[in-house]
Structure formats: structure tokens, C-alpha cells
């Protein structure tokens, strides 16, 4: 199965420590997408990429969150100086289209 | 701005029993509506979509109707099973301007046997 793979599942962090997560999508797809979904919400909108450019941002975006994606393939979110506020699962989705298939999520813990 | 509301859970159906869960959205242009359903355990995945009104999405016994009418885009099933028990999210992508797909808070169904 190639699915949409997430590392790692978990990350337990202190405050003020950077973690970067990553994001192997489908091989095909063209487009990646990051959201974030806490507990009783639905998946919000972080940031969009096609093939390797970063094409949309949400504003509600902190400058400490950062992504990227080189060479259009795998992808990593990095957030720096965490806060509490951060704790949340953030989930990765690729597609060919406007179809979206998503990975598991990396559950993150801000200690 | 462009949004998705969909009813509050949970829902807490018996077996056989018929599905509603009510989605209407707001959005500029011509948005393409979809239900994404999660299992206990698992991410999330396509369950349904319609790309124009008037169109129906269906599977695996699920039907809504795009309604550009009324803004909606409702969930139903005829017969729920135990099997059907998660959470179920309401989605709108093709937004004026923007690539993102925007979804709604979800809604949590129990099916009891």
C-alpha cells in the first residue's frame, strides 16, 4: 500500500523546543496539503503546495510555522519556539486533484 | 468569508435505522461539496462528492444532493449499520481564488445494534 506515510505519530516536546514533521505523499500527486485538527474540530487549513511551490498560506499561519516541499515530493512542517497552543494532530493529504487521500497524522504534545 | 456548518453531534441511531446529518455551506463560486468520513482509528477518507448542482453523490448506500438553492448538501443513508459508526465531515473545495478544501467541525454517529 503507498498510501499518505506521516513521521513520527506522536512528538511529546517542552515548550519552546522546534520540531519538524514530515510527509511522504502518494508518488503521483502533484498536490500536498497540511492542516491541523484539534479535538472536536475539523481539519483547518494550514498550507497548500503544487509540485514544489507553495502556492497558498492561511493567514491565520505564525511566521513559526514553516513548510516545504523540494522537488515536489516528500514534505516537512517545522514549527519553531512551540507553544502549549501548538498541541494539536497535524494531518498531511495529497491529491491529484481536488480528491484528497490523508495520512494518519502526527500527534503533537507542547508540554 | 467562505464556511461549512454542519449539525452538532453526537447522533445516536439503532441499527436500520434512516441517516440525516444536515451541511450547509457559504462560499464565492462554484464549489465542488464532498462528505470525508472517519473511522475509529483511522484517517480520514472520501466518502462522497458532487462537483456542479443538482448533482448526487452517493456510496456505499450514502447519497447527498448538491442544493445551490439552499446551500446544502445533506447526508443520508436509508439503513445505518454498526459498521457505519464515526465521524462524519462536511467539505467545499474550489473556492473563488483559493486551493484549500474547508471543512466543517463534523459530526459523530453511533449506530447500536
Known amino acids: 500500500d503507498t498510501g499518505v506515510s506521516q513521521n513520527p505519530r506522536h512528538k511529546i516536546t517542552k515548550r519552546g523546543q522546534n520540531v519538524t514533521f514530515r510527509c511522504d505523499p502518494i508518488?503521483?500527486?502533484?498536490?500536498l496539503y497540511w492542516y491541523r485538527q484539534t479535538l472536536g474540530q475539523g481539519p483547518e487549513f494550514l498550507t497548500y503546495f503544487q509540485n514544489e511551490a507553495q502556492l497558498e498560506k492561511s493567514r491565520l499561519l505564525s511566521d513559526r510555522f514553516s513548510a516545504e516541499r523540494p522537488k515536489g515530493s516528500f514534505s516537512t512542517l517545522e514549527i519553531q519556539r512551540t507553544e502549549q497552543g501548538d498541541s494539536a494532530m497535524y494531518l498531511c493529504?495529497?491529491?491529484?486533484?481536488?480528491?484528497?487521500?490523508f495520512g494518519s497524522g502526527t500527534q503533537l504534545s507542547v508540554l | 468569508g467562505n464556511s461549512v456548518t454542519q449539525m452538532e453531534g453526537p447522533v445516536t441511531l439503532s441499527e436500520e435505522a434512516f441517516l440525516t446529518i444536515n451541511c450547509t455551506y457559504t462560499a464565492t463560486g462554484y464549489p465542488s461539496l464532498f462528505w470525508y468520513v472517519q473511522y475509529p482509528g483511522e484517517g480520514l477518507q472520501l466518502l462522497l462528492k458532487?462537483?456542479?448542482?443538482?448533482d448526487k453523490g452517493s456510496n456505499k448506500g450514502f447519497e447527498a444532493t448538491y442544493r445551490k438553492e439552499t446551500t446544502s448538501f445533506h447526508l443520508e443513508k436509508g439503513s445505518v449499520q454498526v459498521s457505519d459508526s464515526a465521524v462524519y465531515f462536511c467539505a467545499l473545495s474550489g473556492i473563488t481564488g483559493g486551493f484549500k478544501t474547508i471543512f466543517g467541525a463534523g459530526t459523530r454517529l453511533f449506530v447500536k445494534a
Open positions: 493529504a495529497s491529491g491529484p486533484n481536488e480528491k484528497l487521500f
Open positions: 458532487a462537483t456542479k448542482a443538482d
Open positions: 508518488s503521483e500527486h502533484n498536490r
